[in-house]
């Protein structure tokens, strides 16, 4: 089944796009001028907390992990009700504007199954990593985007910054920073974008996962792609850099293979461990979560597989 039509904006036709007054803002952002001063006053904004990389369901830590435990955990900070408000605000106004073709996430109504199916008649693949993401998306690009991009007046550019950055980059946490991690460099993506075109080749960016492919990707493509992220202030993963030719891929937790869709051998596996479990077990309790993964599972395998 192809993905529905998306419906979108341009970005001029934002209700951000040249907001010249405080309150102007407040009205876009559906607040009063007083509640924009009070968010901005606030002397406590974000809640630390460090979630283990590994585990989705590992408690999150309330103090920082310890140093030989540190690179296990990924720090999340967690906006306070008023300032998450008025960021979950922005981020729904900024998700209204057309993003390009090759972006998957964060876009409403896209998901890691259509960033999957973009590779779908490829037969070459080259997958990319951007390490720390959003902690190197720097709040003097996110300026840049709304004063340069937005053309919002200076005075409202600078309130923008101090609601949606937190120590000069975007915060792990915030609803907004997902989507302002692209256009505060979207014009890295833009030459990502046209040095992947130029070569014939397929792009697709899932927030810091980059996929290329086509019938073949050329080193030399790689290597421009890498200069120019380096060059933005990024780096690629080394150890999650990949290059595949007439093999399976794993794009974003779906099997691209023989230009169908899979569901990954682990995530089967899992599934029926998690059957042999329900067979085994009598707690009612515990049959009500096992049925709930499964079920949520099995709905995980019919969206990828009824692309075919």
Same mark, same amino acid.
């Given at each position: 089944?192809?993905?529905? $039509? #998306?419906?979108?904006?341009?970005?001029?036709?934002?209700?951000?796009?040249?907001?010249?007054?405080? &309150?102007?803002?407040?009205?876009?952002?559906?607040?009063?001028?007083?509640?924009?001063?009070?968010? !901005?006053?606030?002397?406590?904004?974000?809640?630390?907390?460090?979630?283990? %990389?590994?585990?989705?369901?590992? @408690? =999150?830590?309330?103090?920082?992990?310890?140093?030989?435990?540190? $690179?296990?955990?990924?720090?999340? *900070?967690? @906006?306070?009700?008023? !300032?998450? &408000?008025?960021?979950?605000?922005?981020?729904?106004?900024?998700?209204?504007?057309?993003?390009?073709?090759?972006?998957?996430?964060?876009?409403?109504?896209?998901?890691?199954? *259509?960033?999957?199916?973009?590779?779908?008649?490829? #037969?070459?693949?080259?997958?990319?990593?951007?390490?720390?993401?959003?902690?190197?998306?720097?709040?003097?690009?996110?300026? =840049?985007?709304?004063?340069?991009?937005?053309?919002?007046?200076?005075?409202?550019?600078?309130?923008?910054?101090?609601?949606?950055?937190?120590?000069?980059?975007?915060?792990?946490?915030?609803?907004?920073?997902?989507?302002?991690?692209?256009?505060?460099?979207?014009?890295? =993506?833009?030459?990502?974008?046209?040095?992947?075109?130029?070569?014939?080749?397929?792009?697709?960016?899932?927030?810091?996962?980059?996929?290329?492919?086509?019938?073949?990707? @050329?080193?030399? !493509?790689?290597?421009?792609?890498?200069?120019?992220?380096?060059?933005?202030?990024?780096?690629?993963?080394?150890?999650?850099?990949?290059?595949?030719?007439?093999?399976?891929?794993?794009?974003?937790?779906?099997?691209?293979?023989?230009?169908?869709?899979?569901?990954?051998?682990?995530?089967?596996?899992?599934?029926?461990?998690?059957?042999?479990?329900?067979?085994?077990?009598?707690?009612? %309790?515990?049959?009500? %979560?096992?049925?709930?993964?499964?079920?949520?599972?099995?709905?995980?395998?019919?969206?990828?597989?009824?692309?075919?």
């Amino acid at each position: 089944m192809p993905p529905k $039509p #998306r419906q979108f904006h341009k970005l001029n036709d934002s209700a951000l796009y040249q907001v010249s007054t405080r &309150k102007k803002l407040a009205e876009v952002l559906m607040c009063s001028p007083q509640d924009l001063k009070d968010v !901005l006053a606030l002397s406590v904004r974000y809640k630390n907390r460090w979630k283990r %990389k590994d585990s989705d369901t590992a @408690p =999150w830590l309330t103090h920082p992990p310890a140093p030989d435990e540190a $690179p296990n955990y990924r720090p999340i *900070d967690i @906006p306070v009700p008023p !300032l998450k &408000k008025l960021q979950g605000r922005i981020a729904y106004l900024l998700s209204r504007v057309e993003p390009p073709e090759f972006l998957c996430s964060p876009v409403k109504g896209v998901s890691y199954v *259509d960033n999957a199916r973009r590779h779908i008649d490829s #037969r070459a693949f080259w997958l990319l990593d951007i390490a720390d993401y959003f902690p190197n998306c720097r709040a003097d690009r996110v300026a =840049w985007f709304f004063r340069t991009k937005m053309k919002c007046a200076p005075d409202v550019t600078t309130i923008l910054v101090a609601l949606t950055t937190d120590m000069d980059r975007l915060p792990q946490g915030s609803p907004c920073s997902p989507i302002l991690a692209y256009y505060s460099n979207m014009r890295m =993506w833009n030459d990502v974008s046209t040095l992947v075109t130029n070569a014939g080749c397929v792009l697709s960016v899932y927030a810091d996962d980059i996929t290329i492919s086509g019938s073949k990707v @050329p080193g030399g !493509l790689v290597w421009q792609v890498k200069q120019t992220i380096h060059k933005n202030g990024f780096k690629v993963k080394r150890d999650k850099e990949l290059s595949l030719i007439a093999s399976p891929a794993d794009i974003t937790g779906v099997i691209v293979r023989n230009g169908q869709l899979k569901l990954p051998n682990r995530q089967r596996k899992k599934l029926v461990e998690l059957v042999s479990q329900q067979k085994v077990t009598s707690d009612k %309790k515990i049959l009500a %979560k096992l049925d709930s993964q499964i079920q949520g599972r099995l709905a995980q395998r019919r969206q990828i597989e009824s692309v075919n």
